[in-house]
């Protein structure tokens, strides 16, 4: 059985670093992405990882604010049966001299690849943790894709297999639910405030 491996990987240029599985393939190798995204993705599970860094909400309350994010995301992948699956309240989390205010919250959600339409849409289970570093401004986000139907009309079905993929514990790997609540507690914040953006631009997940 084949077992995770995880490394502290540095994220924009050393300015964050975050501990998440080797199998996690840096996008930015494959096409372009937005200087304020980071994204990975293990073609194997059709698994991806994104972490962004966004200009502060000020008008989004603390308390909802990664639901907030989760519902914007499923609105700008025109993502079909957006549904909540879970929620957290507001948690306190140390990072670096300061205490940074996180919420989670995971949601399920039918999204097509990019290059293909609703006909070939996946349904997939994308976890969110939101830290918010007010301190220079920036709403961090951290989002997980992780695919729990695959359409065989989907480009996934080709690597994945169509229809119900295997557990990751099953196969040996990090569950995401465990590799995202570790990523949360364990960023590194240096300079945030660099390559921020408004914007969700390309948080489709990677092909």
């Known amino acids: 059985m084949t077992e995770d491996i995880c490394t502290d990987r540095p994220l924009y240029g050393g300015s964050i670093s975050?501990?998440?599985p080797v199998r996690f393939q840096d996008v930015s190798n494959i096409r372009q992405v937005p200087d304020h995204q980071e994204a990975f993705v293990d073609p194997s599970r059709d698994e991806s990882l994104i972490f962004e860094l966004?200009?502060?909400?000020?008008?989004?309350?603390?308390?909802?604010?990664?639901?907030w994010f989760l519902q914007d995301l499923a609105n700008e992948q025109d993502?079909?049966?957006?549904?909540?699956?879970?929620?957290?309240?507001?948690?306190?989390?140390?990072?670096g001299n300061v205490s940074v205010v996180v919420t989670t919250a995971i949601g399920q959600m039918g999204i097509s690849k990019v290059r293909q339409g609703r006909e070939a849409q996946?349904?997939?289970q994308?976890?969110?943790?939101?830290?918010?570093?007010?301190?220079?401004g920036t709403d961090v986000l951290v989002v997980a894709y992780e695919p729990i139907l695959i359409s065989p009309l989907s480009e996934s079905a080709a690597t994945v297999g169509a229809?119900?993929?295997?557990?990751?514990?099953?196969?040996?790997?990090?569950?995401?639910a465990e590799s995202i609540d570790s990523m949360?507690?364990?960023l590194n914040d240096a300079q945030c405030r660099k390559r921020k953006d408004t914007t969700h631009e390309n948080t489709l997940p990677c092909p």
């Open 18 to 20: 975050s501990t998440f």
């Open 54 to 67: 966004l200009d502060l909400k000020p008008d989004v309350s603390d308390n909802g604010s990664a639901v």
């Open 79 to 95: 993502a079909q049966g957006f549904t909540l699956v879970e929620q957290s309240g507001v948690v306190e989390v140390p990072i």
């Open 122 to 124: 996946n349904v997939v």
């Open 126 to 136: 994308v976890y969110l943790a939101n830290l918010r570093l007010k301190n220079v």
């Open 163 to 176: 229809g119900l993929p295997a557990p990751a514990a099953q196969s040996g790997f990090l569950p995401m």
């Open 184 to 186: 949360k507690h364990e």
